[in-house]
């Protein structure tokens, strides 16, 4: 068994070296969403390992029994050579009973900070397919408890995304036991989440800025969805019970309750002075009946902390919450099929992102990685354009890079899903408008000179096997007669 002095040794080392490891982990400066995960869960291992080490320090030096002391004063005192060689015996006898005792130096464990194939695995067994490894939320299942509760707007996956933290539209006799649970799935799933995605992240301290707000807006009662209740809007004292410490709000129903065997009963223990002591003693109605609503309002504030939680950790995840919107919208137009194909370039993506070399690239500029992995000759990079930046507000003012790609992304799906939305057809008269206020103007002024009738043919427009454009009426007349 070794000596105290000898584990607080070799603890003090493992911390330095953890310490060390972390520091080696932040210089490999990860490429991938995938990468970057795996660093921060490994970082945050190290310093789980410190936490663990530094409070087994702490138990040590407090020497609650006296054993260290006691050591420190045989090394110290009139006998030193003798504790010496004592101990220098015991090594040797042990290495003679075990000669072939290996030892594994400590720096062996953090000589190699690359990720290995189990922690890897531990990182894809983290996350469902939904999640697709951390980058989208999976609010499915809380959804569906949500669209369990009555007297709530019932909305879809998309809308449900959007809506989730705003509490403040539900009324407060709509939030009882049922709508607790789902908050608590909720909360559950996101702090969940949180930890995965983010596992350098301080959840107490997230916990201790919740707790501060909800206090102060509880106080003042500014929180939304949660009104203060005000001393004229209390219910009155002549229709509360003291024996059964019970609130009633009509005179009919408090009126038969006095007349319940269970009220008599209560009515003669508190007579007799069972309950006399604690309440009917020394205080008076209006002190029962505050101390009674005070209990009954516990589980209000409650789920109105869980709410203020819930927005901080929104608030936390707001690029994730974006990306799954935005995962949902863009699955919701794709077939079957592109699904598929979809999943097949993931799954070869994630392959090759794991074969691939991890050797630095220098790329100063932050060039575009050409096919072989390496930046573009800045002279391609300028002949293309790939410097400027065009702004499209329908998109949701995503930036494109380079004149070729603004070209192209009118006829990609997230313009599509624009255009759709704002109830106007994607065609080529609105090619290059890319504000939502020219869109619709433009969309109004053709709607009002549409043409009737007989015109309507001069908008349809075909092409020849040459490239020619024609409308309805010439290439019909052209192809009659055999010219085309």
């Known amino acids: ?68 002391e006691k050591e420190m004063e045989a090394m110290s005192g009139s006998n030193e050579f003798g504790e ?18 290996t030892v594994e130096p400590m720096e062996l464990e953090f000589m190699d900070q690359k990720p290995n194939e189990a922690q890897v695995e531990a990182l894809d067994e983290m996350f469902s397919g939904e999640e697709s490894g951390g980058r989208y939320l999976d609010l499915h299942e809380v959804h569906e408890k949500y669209m369990n509760l009555k007297s709530l707007k019932r909305t879809n996956y998309l809308g449900y995304l959007s809506e989730f933290t705003l509490f403040g539209e539900i009324e407060r006799k709509d939030k009882n036991a049922n709508y607790q649970e789902y908050l608590n799935s909720l909360r559950s799933y996101l702090e ?18 919740a707790q501060q707000e909800f ?43 006095l ?20 309440n009917g003693g020394s205080e008076s109605i209006s002190e029962v009946q505050s101390k009674v609503l ?41 077939t079957g099929r592109e699904r598929d194909l979809e999943l097949e370039a993931e799954q070869v993506e994630l392959e090759e992102s794991d074969s691939e070399d991890e050797e630095k690239v220098y790329n ?7 096919w ?71 969309w109004k002024k053709i709607k009002g000179s549409k043409p009737e009738g007989s015109k309507k043919d001069q908008i349809e427009e075909f092409e020849d096997s040459e490239g020619n454009v024609f409308n309805k009426k010439t290439y019909e007349d052209l192809k009659r007669q055999g010219l085309i």
């Open 1 to 68: 068994m070794d000596s105290i002095l000898e584990t607080q040794r070799r603890q003090h080392e493992e911390v330095d070296r953890l310490e060390q490891a972390i520091v080696d982990q932040f210089m490999l400066n990860p490429k991938t969403h995938k990468e970057r995960l795996l660093q921060e869960h490994t970082v945050a291992g190290y310093l789980d390992r410190i936490s663990g080490r530094s409070k087994e320090l702490e138990l040590l030096y407090k020497d609650e029994d006296g054993s260290r």
């Open 84 to 101: 010496f060689y004592e101990r220098l015996k015991k090594i040797k006898e042990h290495h003679r009973k075990y000669p072939n005792d």
């Open 192 to 209: 969940g989440f949180l930890k995965r995605v983010k596992p350098l992240s301080n959840m107490g301290e997230i916990e201790s800025e």
């Open 215 to 257: 206090d102060t807006k509880w106080a003042e009662g500014s929180l939304p969805g949660w009104p203060k209740i005000d001393q004229e809007d209390a219910p009155p004292t002549d229709l509360f019970c003291v024996a059964c410490k019970k609130q009633y709000s009509k005179d009919t129903v408090y009126n038969a309750h």
């Open 259 to 278: 007349t319940s065997k269970k009220h008599i009963k209560a009515a003669a223990q508190l007579a007799s002075g069972a309950n006399g002591a604690a």
């Open 294 to 334: 005070a209990e009954k309002a516990k589980p209000e504030q409650e789920m109105a902390f869980t709410e203020v939680l819930i927005k901080h950790l929104a608030e936390i995840l707001k690029q994730q919450v974006s990306d799954t919107k935005e995962n949902v919208e863009r699955r919701q137009t794709l």
């Open 364 to 370: 100063p500029l932050k060039l575009p990685l050409g």
């Open 372 to 442: 072989d992995g390496k930046p573009i000759p800045y002279w391609l990079y300028k002949l293309h354009g790939l410097g400027v930046e065009y702004s499209c507000e329908i998109c949701g003012n995503f930036v494109y890079k380079g004149r070729k790609a603004f070209d192209k992304h009118f006829q990609e799906w997230r313009h599509a899903h624009g255009m759709r939305c704002l109830g106007i057809p994607n065609t080529r008269q609105f090619h290059e408008i890319v504000g939502i206020e020219d869109a619709l103007a433009l």
